[in-house]
């Protein structure tokens, strides 16, 4: 959601902060600032609503420049889209602060801290956060001191950058349920939200734990634990690149990351390994592989989807019964609670509030057999987890993910085949017919992107729809539930999914001549039965998309019928290959009506609050 970058340097860190808040703009956002301290030792800031490149060209023309400095990009909760409610925000004029995440007793705060005296100029519960520490500094004059004080004054959730005028050269961080990450440079230090920021200046990051605290300056950083002791982080490498960011010859990000999918989930199977090893998830894993008798899969959005997709593969090949469950609504509900449950946590950023709470709700009633799958290493999802696996989908900028899916779904079909060995379900033989198969994924998603000339010439003609009906069997539901979140969430346009059978029991009552239906129907089992709904939709004018990979009488019938081209697919690489050319729909539709396709209205790459 939001994003942070400050640091201290003897050259200007402006620029280098506003660099980092381009690279952040995917997590979505609607405001932008930034504070410094100038050449003169004064607090001084600059704030936008609208993008990094408007903040940008407002610096530029004012000569803005500080040595030391916080940046922000911010996604309204507490408060409308303005200037005022834009971030950094001071207190006094000498302290700055930006923030991610929500101080849930901010209202009580604020009365507090009215009465003392002090002013609010916003309606953000990030206010309060400045006012509070200021309250303790002007007592202390210490900065470090106020701000580990005040952080025991907050509910909720935070990722602080803190600096003050009387202090021009460090900044405090701390963070709790948000994450944040140190940069370290050659004789300047920065911090951010992502490391995706950081990269342009530093490989070097080290990740705070919750409850730390840092004080960081041009040479040197310290960082204390939330029982106030001074210790000493991992400083990692990081295999990124800035490069690995960039747009490259793609119009958009969503574009060049969908076409990146062969090759993301290439390096992801090559990461698995050749066979199906329960080791690869982790030194314990064969052991809690054998000794479980309950899945239970926490996940939100598209990872739900993932989730839902890999409940049919655990159930029919692990023959162990699988849960799916929301994160937003698991955390909430009482649980029975079965300490032989492999939990499993699905997330793109690892970073995700309601997924972390969940695991950590899961855990404090001893379901402790816990397995991570996301794509960030060092995510607080991977530290919390007893087991983990990290997909090779690499930088995902665009906010509707597409390779981080189809890369948690190779995850997920390998889990699934390592559960059936560890339990004795999955002969030799068997294995290594699976995994020749599984070997032919990336060539065949290359296969599958070729339909996009066609996709292309459909999605005009969902320029003027304002509504969509996404229909699935078996496996093929849950990838239909994918195919209309795309669809809604960078074209706007209504998009529900029904498992096909459902048909009757309400969803008929939409269908019209102007009502699009889109089919997922690969040839299999099921395939008479989805040809059965496709004619109750068609006996009432509805204009049915039938995506097949083997057209025959009923695709003469149907509006438009796109062929996959996939011949003799197994049923469990079908999810994988499917879900292509919705995201090619979604994305031409979006094209085709104009919206933003990168950053979609309203909407947040990592939701790291509740």
Excluded at 34 to 42: D, L, M
Excluded at 196 to 215: C, F, H, M, N
Excluded at 462 to 488: C, D, I, Q, S
Aim: hydrophobic share 40%.
């Amino acid at each position: 959601m939001c994003g942070i970058v400050g640091g201290v340097s003897e050259r200007n860190v402006v620029s280098v902060i506003i660099e980092g808040l381009s690279r952040l703009e995917y997590r979505g956002y609607d405001s932008v600032g930034v504070a410094v301290i100038n050449a003169s030792g004064e607090l001084t800031r600059e704030r936008v609503t609208g993008r990094v490149k408007e903040l940008a060209q407002k610096c530029a023309s004012d000569h803005f420049k500080g040595t030391v400095g916080i940046g922000h990009t911010r996604w309204a909760t507490h408060g409308g889209v303005s200037e005022t409610n834009a971030h950094p925000h001071f207190s006094a004029n000498n302290l700055a602060v930006v923030h991610n995440g929500i101080i849930e007793n901010y209202a009580q705060l604020r009365n507090e801290l009215q009465a003392q005296g002090y002013q609010f100029d916003s309606q953000t519960d990030t206010e309060v956060i400045v006012h509070l520490v200021h309250s303790i500094y002007k007592h202390n004059h210490d900065l470090l001191e106020a701000v580990r004080m005040a952080t025991q004054h907050l509910h909720g959730a935070y990722a602080i950058g803190m600096i003050s005028k009387d202090n021009p050269n460090e900044v405090i961080c701390a963070r709790l349920g948000s994450p944040l990450v140190l940069g370290v440079g050659i004789e300047e230090m920065y911090f951010a939200s992502d490391i995706s920021a950081l990269l342009p200046v530093t490989q070097k990051v080290v990740y705070l734990e919750e409850g730390d605290i840092a004080r960081i300056s041009r040479d040197d950083y310290q960082i204390w634990d939330k029982d106030g002791n001074l210790v000493k982080r991992k400083v990692n490498i990081s295999e990124l690149s800035a490069s690995a960011s960039e747009l490259g010859h793609y119009r958009h990000y969503m574009q060049k990351e969908i076409f990146e999918q062969p090759r993301a989930i290439a390096d992801t199977m090559q990461h698995l390994g050749s066979n199906f090893n329960a080791d690869i998830f982790g030194p314990e894993a064969t052991a809690i592989f054998s000794s479980i008798n309950k899945v239970q899969i926490i996940a939100c959005g598209t990872s739900y989807n993932a989730g839902s997709i890999a409940k049919y593969w655990i159930e029919e090949y692990a023959n162990l019964e699988c849960a799916v469950d929301i994160a937003s609504e698991y955390r909430y509900r009482k649980i029975p609670a079965n300490p032989n449950t492999l939990v499993i946590s699905l997330s793109q950023s690892g970073e995700t509030a309601d997924t972390l709470a969940s695991i950590k709700y899961a855990i404090e009633l001893g379901m402790d057999k816990t397995l991570s799958i996301c794509n960030v290493a060092e995510s607080s999802l991977v530290r919390l987890s007893k087991l983990h696996m990290l997909t090779q989908a690499g930088p995902e900028i665009g906010v509707a993910s597409t390779k981080a899916f189809t890369t948690q779904l190779v995850v997920l079909l390998y889990l699934a085949f390592s559960l059936a060995k560890a339990r004795g379900l999955l002969s030799a033989d068997a294995e290594q017919e699976v995994i020749e198969q599984i070997r032919k994924l990336p060539n065949l998603v290359v296969a599958t992107l070729e339909v996009e000339e066609q996709v292309k010439e459909i999605a005009k003609e969902f320029e003027y729809k304002h509504n969509a009906l996404f229909l699935g069997r078996h496996t093929m539901a849950p990838v239909a539930a994918e195919g209309a979140l795309k669809l809604k969430e960078i074209s706007y346009i209504h998009a529900e999914s029904y498992a096909a059978g459902e048909l009757k029991h309400g969803p008929l009552a939409l269908i019209d001549k102007d009502m699009p239906v889109i089919v997922a129907m690969p040839v299999n089992l099921l395939a008479d039965k989805v040809k059965s709904n496709v004619q109750e939709v068609l006996a009432r004018q509805g204009q049915v998309y039938l995506f097949t990979d083997h057209p025959d009488e009923l695709a003469e019938q149907c509006y438009t019928t796109v062929d996959l081209g996939l011949k003799q697919v197994p049923d469990y690489l079908a999810p994988i290959l499917y879900t292509i050319p919705l995201q090619l729909l979604a994305y031409h539709t979006a094209i085709a009506k104009g919206t933003d396709v990168d950053k979609p209205r309203n909407l947040a790459k990592s939701v790291t609050v509740e």
